[in-house]
């Protein structure tokens, strides 16, 4: 029996991987050849269609005598439009965030009376099991606060006499708890890696039943509770446009598929908080924030044009930030003309950017959008459509915040959660078959051979 040191154990592993991977791969061919839709996606990109939703309506296109047709971008909860909803909020001066919740949970807004209700239940629903802050968020710090978040949804179920009753009412009251509670899983999760991995001081806010979500994540994170009227209404904005997206997105199909198998809503909502944090779903908005202070860290002149062309054609090419070739923000895989998301955040955020003076910043965000579409097409020698999508400006509106990079991901999970707790009820309430697609099998045969014959 060979003895491995930590030195030869990764060689031999580095070795093995290249075997790992050569008998891994796919030849890329195969699936045109047995038309199989890599991504769930068809050619044209529209996504395959897996299931039936009345949750939320996704829409970036028209189907017109067999051709489609980019639009402007709808989205729609419950079959309201996001701007009138949005507007509803703005215009009376209040948060519509909790109000949203009861949309997507129960498919229409509630009087006044009903919100009141609500509201009152989610205040008493923020807490937390006795110890589980010193037990569960404060003993395992990490700098991945998304983990953190998984970690302590799980153990939330060690809590829970009725974890694995999957009826209606009692998947209903797990999930009022978690979109209750998630908001402060990921603060402390976040002041615990802050404390013990960042060496700095460690303070616990309780939450406020009376405030809103919004305001009481600006409350629990910062060390003077301090928090502006307006940087809370902007937050509730974003938690908002994040709460919901169609049952086709990488977390909400994951809710899906987790739901469709009958396990218990704690393991539902880790797996979907798993796949979020991907940077090619949730994630991709932290990598946006990076990418532009990146561009601010290299472009020594925001208003020139040329100079920020230059730099995106570098980072479309490989040769700067991440060496990805993407330019993070742009582009969606369902939305062509515009994200409505975007839109909408866009104009609070600059609103807000005027007002704190970064004006210049603006500036940057405003010429990259305008410049960016015209650099990707012509690099892909394409003329399709480019759009901003929510991740473009959410780094930029969070900065403002002063949210912590570590803490954007995350928020996205707080909003997000709302979506998932509709989507699972819609899952169970249907009573569907469990989610299996099928994989063709294109592995050669091969025959067995004995241990003392192998070479």
Same mark, same amino acid.
């Given at each position: 029996?060979?003895?491995?040191t930590?030195n030869?154990?990764?060689?031999e592993?580095?070795?093995l991987?290249?075997?790992?991977?050569?008998?891994?791969?796919?030849?890329?061919?195969l699936?045109?050849?047995?038309q199989?839709?890599?991504?769930l996606?068809?050619?044209?990109?529209?996504g395959?269609l897996?299931?039936?939703?009345e949750?939320?309506?996704?829409?970036?296109?028209?189907?017109?005598?067999?051709?489609?047709i980019?639009?402007e971008?709808?989205?729609?909860?419950?079959?309201?439009?996001?701007?009138?909803?949005?507007?509803g909020?703005t215009?009376?001066h209040?948060?519509?965030?909790?109000?949203?919740?009861?949309?997507?949970?129960?498919?229409?807004?509630p009087?006044?009376?009903?919100?009141?209700?609500?509201?009152?239940?989610?205040?008493?629903?923020r807490?937390?099991?006795?110890?589980?802050?010193?037990?569960?968020?404060?003993k395992?710090?990490?700098r $991945?606060?998304?983990?953190?978040? @998984?970690?302590a949804? !799980?153990?939330?179920? &060690?809590?829970?006499? /009725?974890a694995?009753?999957i009826?209606i009412?009692?998947?209903l009251r797990q999930?009022?708890?978690?979109?209750?509670?998630?908001?402060?899983?990921?603060?402390?999760s976040?002041?615990?890696y802050?404390?013990?991995?960042?060496?700095?001081?460690l303070?616990?806010?309780?939450?406020?039943?009376?405030l809103?979500?919004?305001?009481?994540?600006l409350?629990?994170?910062?060390? $003077?509770?301090?928090?502006d009227? @307006?940087?809370?209404? !902007?937050?509730d904005? &974003?938690?908002?446009? /994040?709460?919901e997206h169609g049952?086709?997105?990488?977390?909400?199909?994951?809710?899906h598929?987790?739901t469709s198998?009958?396990?218990?809503?704690?393991?539902?909502v880790?797996?979907?908080l798993?796949?979020?944090?991907?940077?090619?779903?949730?994630?991709?908005?932290?990598?946006a924030?990076?990418?532009?202070?990146?561009i601010?860290?290299?472009?020594?002149?925001?208003? $020139?044009d040329e100079e920020?062309? @230059?730099?995106?054609?570098?980072?479309?090419?490989?040769e700067?930030?991440?060496?990805?070739?993407?330019?993070y923000?742009?582009?969606?895989a369902?939305y062509?003309?515009?994200d409505?998301?975007?839109?909408i955040l866009?104009k609070y955020?600059?609103?807000l950017?005027?007002k704190?003076?970064?004006?210049?910043?603006?500036?940057l965000?405003?010429?990259?959008?305008?410049?960016?579409?015209?650099?990707?097409?012509s690099n892909?020698?394409?003329?399709k459509?480019?759009?901003?999508?929510?991740?473009?400006?959410s780094?930029?509106?969070y900065s403002?915040?002063n949210?912590p990079?570590?803490f954007?991901t995350p928020?996205?999970?707080?909003?997000r959660?709302?979506?998932?707790?509709?989507?699972?009820?819609?899952?169970?309430?249907t009573?569907?078959?469990?989610?299996?697609p099928?994989?063709?099998?294109v592995?050669t045969d091969?025959?067995?051979?004995?241990i003392?014959?192998r070479?």
């Open positions: 029996m060979p003895e491995f930590a030869t154990a990764a060689r592993i580095h070795k991987s290249e075997l790992c991977e050569k008998s891994n791969k796919i030849d890329p061919e699936y045109d050849v047995y199989v839709k890599r991504g996606r068809e050619p044209n990109g529209k395959v897996t299931g039936l939703t949750i939320s309506t996704v829409n970036g296109s028209r189907q017109e005598n067999g051709e489609i980019p639009i971008g709808e989205l729609r909860y419950r079959g309201i439009d996001i701007r009138e909803l949005v507007k909020f215009n009376s209040r948060f519509g965030f909790e109000e949203t919740v009861y949309l997507l949970l129960f498919g229409s807004l009087n006044p009376q009903e919100l009141e209700k609500f509201q009152a239940l989610l205040g008493f629903s807490k937390l099991p006795n110890d589980f802050i010193e037990d569960v968020l404060l395992s710090p990490t $991945d606060i998304m983990n953190a978040m @998984a970690q949804v !799980l153990a939330m179920n &060690a809590y829970d006499k /009725h694995d009753d009826s009412t009692n998947v999930s009022i708890n978690l979109i209750a509670t998630l908001p402060m899983i990921g603060v402390y976040y002041l615990s802050r404390h013990f991995l960042q060496r700095r001081g303070y616990i806010h309780n939450p406020k039943p009376e809103s979500t919004a305001e009481n994540i409350r629990m994170i910062r060390q $003077d509770k301090k928090y009227p @307006a940087e809370a209404l !902007l937050l904005m &974003a938690l908002i446009l /994040h709460a049952g086709g997105n990488n977390s909400t199909f994951t809710t598929v987790v198998s009958g396990t218990d809503t704690y393991s539902s880790a797996a979907s798993c796949s979020l944090k991907g940077p090619k779903h949730g994630g991709a908005n932290i990598k924030k990076k990418m532009f202070d990146d601010k860290a290299n472009v020594s002149d925001w208003y $020139d920020i062309a @230059a730099y995106l054609k570098k980072i479309l090419s490989g700067a930030f991440d060496r990805s070739g993407l330019i923000g742009m582009g969606h369902v062509t003309l515009s409505p998301r975007a839109q866009k955020t600059l609103a950017a005027e704190n003076g970064r004006e210049n910043e603006a500036h965000y405003k010429t990259v959008e305008r410049l960016a579409p015209e650099i990707i097409n892909k020698q394409t003329h459509p480019v759009c901003i999508n929510i991740d473009f400006y780094g930029f509106a403002m915040m949210i990079e570590e954007i928020l996205f999970a707080i909003s959660i709302a979506g998932w707790s509709a989507h699972r009820i819609e899952e169970l309430t009573k569907g078959r469990i989610i299996r099928a994989y063709m099998s592995a091969q025959e067995y051979v004995p003392t014959e070479k």
